[in-house]
């Protein structure tokens, strides 16, 4: 990545970015925060975040995000309910997913890409379908393996971050843009701890 020209882009985005998109960010950021140290706080405010984001995504055409953040709410709410039923009982484990778990996972996210992609494509004006459909899809299958605790989703959530950093900045979106690139840095370091965490309570792969 071009550092000078990336900051550059990010200054010039951040003269037209709204306060509505700082706080989404910041509740995003919380999010991630929460979800590294399986916090179930991170449900509460990752519904904020993605609902402002709704509204951002339709203001600037990226319908797939706009779906998915949609999607997200929708998510969150399965998943706070699924960690507070074992906040009360037991602890939703940290697991990795079996090798029938990552077929599903990626089968998912390559159907989910040609169905996104070819929403896009033929029922709406967006000008970056293709770089829009590979981050949503990547998004959908770590929503659902965020939710059931799975080491996996950070991968999707490394993978689907680090490739929205040049989309938003594209996009004019800087605070959004950053976010992302922090997202990135969070979902390694969450990827890490859980990793850690993993090996502490002697659970296997």
């Known amino acids: 990545m071009n550092i000078p020209f990336f900051w550059e882009q990010v200054q010039q985005g951040a003269a037209n970015s ?19 140290k399986e916090k179930i706080l991170v449900y509460p405010t990752g519904i904020v975040n993605v609902l ?70 033929s029922f709406t004006d967006s000008d970056v379908p293709v770089w829009d459909a590979v981050t949503t899809s990547f998004f959908v299958v770590a929503m659902v393996l965020m939710a059931k605790k799975k080491m996996e989703h950070w991968i999707g959530w490394i993978l689907g971050d680090l490739i929205s950093v040049p989309l938003y900045i594209y996009k004019g979106l800087a605070f959004t843009a950053v976010q992302y690139l922090v997202f990135t840095v969070l979902a390694v370091m969450g990827y890490m701890m859980w990793k850690k965490t993993v090996a502490e309570r002697g659970l296997e792969k």
Not at 59 to 71: G, P, R, S, T, V
Not at 105 to 113: D, E, G, H, Q, Y
């Open 52 to 121: 402002i984001y709704v509204y951002i995504c339709a203001q600037y055409k990226l319908y797939a995000d706009m779906a998915i953040n949609a999607y997200y709410f929708a998510m969150s709410i399965y998943g706070w309910v699924l960690w507070g039923k074992h906040t009360r009982q037991t602890t939703l484990a940290i697991t990795y997913s079996s090798g029938k778990e990552r077929f599903l996972a990626i089968l998912l996210t390559l159907v989910s890409f040609v169905i996104i992609y070819f929403v896009l494509s």
């Open 18 to 36: 709204s306060w509505l998109e700082l706080i989404a960010v910041l509740f995003g950021l919380a999010s991630v925060v929460y979800a590294m």
